[in-house]
């Protein structure tokens, strides 16, 4: 009656082993490490970097307990903090020969000090939230309003060029509002007007109207249009973000999407909150200008390299390790760029970038490469006051409507690179903070401490307690809440689940609650056993008739979790465990309980009594 | 060990109406509080800046006030933990960058002294602050008509009622006690007001559970000895289990430092008047309601059902 097959055994000694293993990683805490990750956009960190970084570790005798390379970065880790902060000024120097302009970030970083085996099954620490180690919380919101603004103003551009090349004449273009109106003196032109505007502008809705003498065209962005607009918007931020937030040198930085216009920007360890809010805040600039041709000699060169470069030039090395004088004047600004793709060259197939300018640009663009034909143009990105040449090409002809194609000596990954370098310069729309949470490392550290001497303590009551109370029942209970707490946190770990303090509190209410469960268990042996009933028939009745009750209080307390998985913000931590322990509560204190008062109990022939605490009242 | 040895049912029912009264004048005054004091909402909800600043020596809460005043801030400054905390609130301002009124916060302290320390920033935008109303308000209502719909399921009408009635009670008994004492009502806490709601339905349930069962044992009972008999059986267990998961919101009140405070607050009144109001405010209302025996042994009803079908504690 009260046994288990022996495979059940095994499935919950299997179970509660494999909690063990995927907890353990939570206790070997962090080792100090150095992490590399990408300066540029236009550059990637590959096992190249990795061979880079340790035979500079090596040749300088500094002894590192791993290195692995994922994604997006290499990380090296050290037996202290001493070595560590060596190390950091070793790489630095091996990985960025100019000092003035890295090609890498190398920061310092924490890894979990966990073996390798366990790292190797996935076998993870819970990651940290905020409020436990300290940094910042940004959220952000982008508008879109101007995002559908500049997208209007520089269709009114396009618009103005397209009517022009038709021969159409018009009274005036202007936008109002999220509206673009288009005058006109009679009827021939404003159909002839629609047409153009129906064939080349697909993203319009053009409606007729009249006011006064003027005839009008009024045009929206069509819906999709609009969506499409604010979805461009919206990633092109994040990829500036992201271009940006990696010049902080973060070790591991959260940019996510949350809803359709907000960014959410988690940047652990980092305190000094003026510099992060002046680089989320800032633009980076794309700057057209011309090479300075005349200038193009060896010893001119020799002189910008030593910071001389001719008077009214800029000395640039471009990335292929060509250096070049480039004019101070600048032709044009990325403000006037509306998109650039990647893609391939019509004629040659070669990689290329193509660039879409505005109406006014377009124009210039036009202007400048017909007055410059066989001479280099440098496109240049600049961030932080300090200029950088993407690709120098030379102007073949010129280049009318604002269409410009980049290529030459590039690969699919460059042309990439490139495309997402020059659209990500700079925010497609402004955003604005509209929540900041700063948590202090002294703070972070002191919340751990509290969530965990709180939680420890009310389990030791409640094990006393337990005991105390229902005897050996009692610690059967305990180790039954002791493998709830096993499994909740296995599953966290697993689950690669952020823990924050409310996520601490959660675990200890859910253990506090979860003893419910063996309560009522134990309560109804009791009540069998002095209802008459054998020790075998009182543990089988006492489990069975409990379920029914288990599982009435655990729909209650998964209807609050859910509600509360609604709610954004610091609540999402306490609902998750929440949840999740409860499924977890159900296994220890039901199947696992069982189990061990089977295994103690269920094969014995005879059972004088059982060890619950006094039942004889009388 | 062995805290209760009840050998007689003790006639709880025979005090109904003293414990309806009871509950309904606390309730009363816990409306009253809410609508004269009205909740101390935290700036999670109200949207503003709070700052929480560590010193190396006990914080002077008054020159930190001044000399936040000359610079031009209408700022509540108080002591946070201990004394070398300070915690500075400031509401939101219609001409103010919010953005980076922190730095030039903190900034000014350190001119005022060097050991002034960043420990904490919580900025929250009005946007943010008023969608979070609407989800904590949207979250409390899921909860309650989930709740309901459940009893309704499991049970008679009229236990689902009496059920949410006791628990909605509950929750407005602690609103109650932190609009009285102007306890800062954050999101921590909304999350402890939601759990003890399920947490006392929970009791709810076992009690009615045993209604039940003793309905059908108990053919010539009234209803007022099956509810005695029902609460007698099950109140061992009750306080057993309030008493385990108190201990834990216990240490958590001792231990779990300002963070965890108002949560632990928040579930130790919830966790007493859950006891409370499960027991002695649900099933004297199930009484009133005019629960009977033959709403529970109807033939209809009874075919095909077990007679150990649902809890039995």
């Known amino acids: ?301 020799d002189a910008g390299a030593k910071g001389q470069p001719p008077f009214g030039t800029e000395y640039f090395v471009e990335r292929n390790g060509q250096p070049l004088l480039v004019r101070r004047q600048v032709v044009l600004t990325g403000d006037r760029l509306t998109d650039a793709q990647p893609g391939f060259d019509n004629q040659t197939n070669e990689p290329a970038v193509h660039l879409r300018l505005d109406g006014q640009g377009a124009r210039i663009f036009q202007e400048v490469t017909r007055e410059n034909v066989n001479k280099r143009m440098a496109i240049l990105l600049i961030e932080k006051g300090k ?157 069975e008739r409990a379920w029914a009750t288990i599982l009435d209080s655990n729909v209650t307390t998964f209807i609050v979790g859910i509600s509360l998985l609604m709610v954004p913000g610091a609540v999402r931590g306490f609902a998750v465990v929440h949840c999740l322990g409860i499924l977890t509560s159900m296994f220890s204190a039901v199947v696992v309980s069982r189990a061990i008062v089977n295994l103690v109990y269920g094969h014995r022939r005879r059972v004088g009594r059982l060890f619950i605490g006094n039942t004889a009242w009388k | 060990m062995e805290f209760f040895k009840i050998r007689r049912t003790i006639p709880f029912m025979r005090y109904a109406l003293v414990f309806n009264i009871i509950s309904a004048i606390t309730f009363l005054l816990a409306v009253f509080f809410l609508a004269t004091k009205h909740l101390n909402l935290s700036i999670e909800f109200t949207g503003g800046t709070l700052i929480e600043v560590g010193y190396q020596h006990a914080a002077d809460v008054d020159a930190v006030r001044r000399t936040l005043d000359r610079a031009g801030y209408k700022a509540e400054v108080q002591n946070f933990g201990s004394s070398r905390e300070l915690l500075i609130r400031m509401h939101l301002e219609k001409n103010q960058s919010s953005a980076d009124l922190s730095q030039k916060v903190i900034q000014i302290l350190r001119d005022q002294d060097k050991s002034a320390e960043l420990r904490r920033v919580e900025f929250v935008g009005p946007q943010v602050g008023s969608e979070l109303v609407n989800y904590g308000s949207l979250a409390l209502l899921v909860t309650a008509v989930g709740i309901v719909l459940y009893l309704w399921m499991r049970f008679e009408w009229r236990f689902g009622l009496s059920g949410i009635i006791a628990n909605l009670h509950d929750v407005v008994i602690i609103l109650g006690f932190f609009a009285f004492f102007q306890w800062e009502f954050s999101l921590p806490v909304l999350a402890a007001v939601l759990a003890v709601l399920g947490y006392s339905v929970n009791e709810s349930v076992v009690v009615f559970d045993r209604v039940r069962e003793n309905f059908r044992k108990m053919r010539k009972a009234s209803t007022a000895e099956v509810i005695d008999s029902a609460i007698t059986g099950v109140i061992s267990r009750t306080i057993i289990t309030h008493l385990c998961t108190q201990m834990m919101v216990t240490t958590m009140l001792l231990f779990g430092g300002q963070a965890l405070h108002y949560f632990a607050l928040a579930l130790t009144i919830g966790i007493l008047f859950g006891i409370y109001s499960s027991v002695l405010v649900a099933s004297p209302l199930v009484m009133w309601l005019g629960a009977r025996r033959e709403q529970f042994v109807k033939p209809t009803r009874r075919a095909g059902r077990d007679e150990h079908e649902g809890a039995v504690v």
Do not use: C
């Open chain 1, 387 to 543: 200029g950088e040449v993407i690709t120098a090409p030379v102007i073949r002809s010129e280049i009318p409507g604002g269409r410009v194609q980049i290529s030459g000596r590039m690969t699919t990954t460059e042309a990439n690179d490139v495309a997402l370098l020059l659209r990500a310069g700079s925010l497609a729309a402004p955003m604005e903070i509209i929540e900041e949470r700063t948590v202090g490392p002294s703070l972070g550290r002191d919340n751990i401490e509290k969530g965990f001497k709180a939680t420890s303590s009310g389990f030791l009551a409640i094990v006393v307690f337990m005991s105390l109370y229902y005897t050996l029942f009692g610690v059967i209970s305990s180790l039954a809440l002791a493998v709830n707490l096993l499994l909740l946190v296995a599953l966290l770990s697993l689950l690669q689940a952020t823990l924050t303090l409310p996520g601490i509190a959660a675990i200890a209410l859910t253990l506090g609650m979860a003893i419910d469960a063996n309560v009522l268990i134990n309560e109804r042996i009791r009540e069998e056993l002095r209802g008459g009933a054998t020790p075998q028939a009182a543990i089988h009745a006492g489990y």
């Open chain 1, 1 to 301: 009656m009260n046994r288990y097959p022996t495979w059940g055994y095994a499935l919950i000694a299997l179970a509660v082993i494999a909690a063990f293993l995927y907890t353990l990683p939570n206790f070997f805490g962090e080792s100090p490490a150095v992490q590399v990750s990408s300066g540029k956009a236009t550059i990637k960190v590959d096992a190249g970097v990795l061979a880079r970084a340790e035979e500079a570790l090596s040749k300088a005798g500094i002894a590192y307990t791993g290195a692995v390379l994922d994604q997006t970065s290499v990380r090296v880790r050290f037996a202290d903090t001493d070595t560590q902060l060596k190390a950091r000024d070793l790489v630095d120097r091996a990985l960025n020969p100019d000092a003035g302009n890295p090609s890498y970030i190398v920061a310092l970083n924490l890894l979990p000090a966990s073996p390798n085996w366990l790292s190797a099954m996935h076998a993870l620490p819970m990651y940290l939230g905020l409020d436990l180690r300290g940094g910042v919380h940004f959220l952000l919101q982008v508008d879109m309003q101007a995002a559908i603004t500049k997208r209007l103003e520089s269709m009114a551009a396009d618009l103005r060029t397209s009517l022009r090349e038709k021969n159409v004449r018009h009274g005036g273009i202007t936008r109002e509002g999220q509206t673009l109106r288009v005058r006109f003196r009679d009827q021939a032109t404003r159909d002839a007007a629609r047409n153009a505007m129906l064939d080349s502008f697909p993203d319009l809705a053009v409606i007729e109207r009249e006011d006064g003498q003027d005839l009008l065209l009024v045009s929206s962005l069509k819906p999709e249009a609009v969506k499409r607009t604010q979805e461009y918007a919206l990633r092109q931020n994040i990829t500036t973000l992201h271009n940006r937030i990696n010049e902080l040198g973060v070790a591991e930085p959260v940019i996510q999407q949350q809803g359709l216009d907000r960014v959410v920007v988690q940047l652990p360890g980092v305190q000094d909150t003026a510099k992060a809010k002046d680089i989320l805040g800032r633009t980076a600039s794309l700057e057209i200008r011309m090479v300075a041709e005349e200038h193009m000699n060896p010893a001119a060169l």
